[in-house]
């Protein structure tokens, strides 16, 4: 009963992961933030295999996905310190998309309440296809709206290690009991017989006279 309950609620959670990764993955790629895709990438296909670990029961996958689940708890702490600017960090800089682009987070534009409008420069000498965007408005900062989802998937990912380490151990217990209990039925007929009797002839001994 522990075991069925400890899969179902790991099946729970990885179905919720998945989600979470699904929908951050999108937004990501609006903002064309290169670090994060990299990373929900391989957060979607670490969770699509402990989900098949644990519908199998498969622990090496589970184990893997909890390693992963650690790496990605302190990626996501790191994107935090990111947005927060902790540690000298700056959310302004071109570290989530490698350098390549100067792209910020798509909720920077694109946040709740937020009105963007497109300004033209009127000063001479700067070329008519540059243009500057103005947000205004917007009920909560994008660097907040990126803590809180860095958050959720802490959140998802602590509970979901508990859970993988507990139906690891749920399952451990099950393969060495089984091997237990199958290696005493097969022993006696699958063994040969560790002591052998050799027959040798026997010379038949003459009557003394």
């Known amino acids: 009963m522990g075991c069925c309950s400890g899969r ?32 929900n990438f391989l957060q979607i296909i670490v969770v699509i295999l402990g989900l098949f ?17 650690a790496l990605w708890v302190t990626w996501n ?10 540690g000298g960090l700056s959310k302004e800089t071109d570290l989530m998309t490698f350098n390549i682009s100067m792209h910020r987070s798509w909720w920077r534009e694109h946040g709740p309440g937020c009105i963007r409008r497109v300004v033209r420069p009127s000063a001479p000498g700067i070329l008519e296809d540059y243009s500057y965007v103005s947000v205004t408005g917007c009920i909560i900062d994008f660097q907040y709206l990126e803590v ?3 958050a959720i998937q802490i959140l998802l990912s602590l509970i979901g290690f508990v859970y993988a380490c507990y139906v690891i151990s749920i399952f451990m217990e ?6 237990f209990i199958g290696g005493l039925d097969t022993y006696s007929y699958r063994q040969p017989p560790q002591e052998h009797v050799e027959l040798k002839p026997v010379k038949p001994v003459g009557r003394s006279k």
């Open 8 to 39: 179902c609620t790991l099946i729970f959670l990885c179905s919720l992961q998945l989600l979470a990764a699904l929908e951050r993955q999108i937004f990501d790629f609006l903002g064309f933030q290169w670090a994060p895709i990299l990373g």
């Open 53 to 69: 670990g644990t519908i199998q029961f498969r622990p090496r996958y589970i184990v893997v996905y909890t390693v992963w689940t």
């Open 77 to 86: 702490v790191f994107i935090i310190c990111f947005y927060l600017e902790v």
């Open 148 to 150: 809180i989802h860095s």
């Open 174 to 179: 099950e393969e060495d009991s089984f091997d």
